[in-house]
């Protein structure tokens, strides 16, 4: 395996008393796509968050693309036009348009021009489907929509890796698809991606990797038939057991 | 009754005072707004460090100003500091009175704006690289003002109503100038003008403010 685009070591992560993250170690290589499942509370949310530094690790290290994140000398706003992330709740900006949101940073923190970044927000937008919903406001789309424009946020600014924190989790089933297929050619274009999701059907046909986090611990990983089909561990069993009823 | 209050020729002799008062107030509301405003997004933006050497400091000032009487912190900078070496004038005092009154409560009503923005905002903003100056600027505040503009407006107006304190530290702002016609003409006139100047002023802003309310009570 060539060097990691992702190098998380030892990383501990305390909430006030709470331990959430116990020494997590976590590599990712360039094009790989990596799913990590987990019971609500097993800090795989968190580990996530690490990954971009909106959550400091206590201790540990997190070296993303060559850059290591918690050093001091870090241009974290720099580095984080690397890591694209997208959020459960899609967290757009509901004050401005589906472009807008697509070029608020490409104008501010890329340093485009407006013709410019209005552009590569149209080319961006145009690769989740949502081209002719420019200059609509996220109040005016649905779920599933918005998380496309979510992503083309994400992906206008050309990150090296993506990581998507439950991106269907707060959509309709019948919304889910749509989202799902744009991970899926983002996948095929070869970005290197970490994904929380109980969405086991994709994480069965596109994930390289599964990880199974439980109480602050990687407890298992391996190809998704392993994990999902023979699991080693009694708590990896239990929980695949557990969201396969559902 | 008609030629004590509204007496017809008294408002043609008072009319280009009160016009000159009318600029006065309007000069003096487009410097104390801008400044209480500048006050209060100061204040907010303080308060969003956790700092305790910051955060009581913060909570004294802000209350402080809140009980403070505006009339008397305006007589006190006007009557007070000449005794220090300090002569701000009028408009002067007026301009820091404000600055520090209304700063205050503006400050209270941004801060509630900028608590109601959802923290999923800013770690967008920030995730795709955005410095946190960038994330108040373009995300944080627009939606923050949005969210309390019926605040703001309410203060607003109440800003622009005390702009009538001025005439006590000589102010030639609408109610000094109507109570010089006044006192020049032995007639209320002038003041019941003034009175519809202010109304008439405000009026539209009272009307808007209604609008803003019903509608964020309809969108609540």
Known sequence: ?246 | MLDTFFNIEIMKAAWPILLAGLGNTLLLSATVVPLGLLGGLILALLARLRSPWVRWPLMAWVDFFRAFPPLVLLIFLYAGLPFIGLELGGFGCVAIAFFLNTGAYYGEILRAGIDSVPTGQSEAARSTGLSATQTMAWVILPQAVRNVLPDLMSNTLEVVKLTALGSVVAMPELLFQARQAQSLTYNPTPIVVAALIYFALLWPLVRLLSRLENRALRAG
């Open chain 1, 1 to 246: 395996m060539a060097a990691p685009i992702i190098e998380a070591r030892a990383i501990h992560k305390h909430f006030g008393a709470l331990h959430v993250l116990k020494g997590v170690d976590l590599q990712v290589a360039e094009r790989e796509l990596v799913f990590v499942i987990g019971p609500s509370g097993s800090g795989k949310s968190t580990l996530l968050r690490c990954l971009n530094r909106l959550e400091t690790p206590d201790s540990g290290s997190v070296v993303v693309d060559g850059i290591d994140l918690l050093a001091r000398a870090t241009d974290i706003n720099r580095a984080r036009q690397r890591i694209g992330m997208v959020f459960q709740s899609f967290n757009l900006y509901p004050h401005m348009t589906a472009l807008g949101n697509v070029t608020l940073a490409l104008r501010k923190v890329a340093g485009k021009t407006a013709a410019e970044a209005e552009a590569l927000g149209l080319a961006a937008l145009d690769r989740v489907g949502l081209r002719d919903r420019a200059g609509h406001t996220p109040g005016q789309l649905s779920g599933g929509q918005a998380q496309r424009v979510a992503i083309a946020r994400a992906i206008a600014l050309e990150p090296r890796v993506m990581l998507f924190d439950e991106p269907t989790s707060a959509l309709d089933p019948e919304l889910v698809g749509s989202v799902l297929a744009v991970m899926r050619e983002l996948r095929q274009d070869g970005m290197t991606m970490v994904v929380v999701s109980h969405e086991m059907g994709f994480a069965r046909a596109a994930a390289d990797r599964v990880v199974f986090m439980d109480d602050g611990q990687i407890v298992e990983q391996g190809a998704p038939a392993a994990i999902f089909e023979a699991p080693r561990e009694a708590r990896t069993r239990a929980f695949i057991g557990q969201i396969q009823r559902h």
